[in-house]
């Protein structure tokens, strides 16, 4: 009974030790190195899209759609990150002074400067928007 006892102290501190020394961590297969997280936003092909810009009015913004988008000259403008040539690309908003901003800044007839990417299907993903200052 005793060296039952003794015997399972043993296997508990064992385990501890080997728990504790990470080598229970998940990796990317046999490389021992830790996987990277899954990007699960939208995946650009570069055959698939051309290099976009214009300087219009916003007509509509919407701020809670989904994914969040604006209409700048009747072309409908998603600002979500997406993946593209092995990059995940975040949409940079500045406004009229150079301070980065969220979707929910800007306001309806705000002059603008959209560079993205337009796919084949005419969806164009923003890279960058920036609001001009007032004429």
Do not use: W
């Amino acid at each position: 009974m005793r060296k039952t006892k003794t015997i399972s102290c043993l296997i508990i501190i064992m385990a501890a030790i080997v728990a504790g020394s990470g080598c229970l961590t998940a990796t990317d297969g046999y490389s021992g190195q830790k996987a990277e997280p899954v990007f699960s936003g939208q995946v650009i092909d570069a055959d698939e899209a051309k290099s976009f810009s214009i300087n219009a009015t916003i007509m509509e913004i919407h701020a809670v759609a989904s994914p969040p988008n604006i209409m700048v000259a009747e072309r409908i403008i998603v600002i979500d990150p997406h993946k593209y040539e092995n990059k995940i690309i975040t949409p940079r908003l500045v406004d009229r002074d150079g301070r980065l901003i969220g979707i929910q800044d800007f306001k309806k007839g705000d002059r603008v400067v959209v560079r993205g990417l337009e796919l084949e299907d005419e969806t164009i993903f923003a890279e960058s928007i920036v609001v001009q200052p007032k004429e």
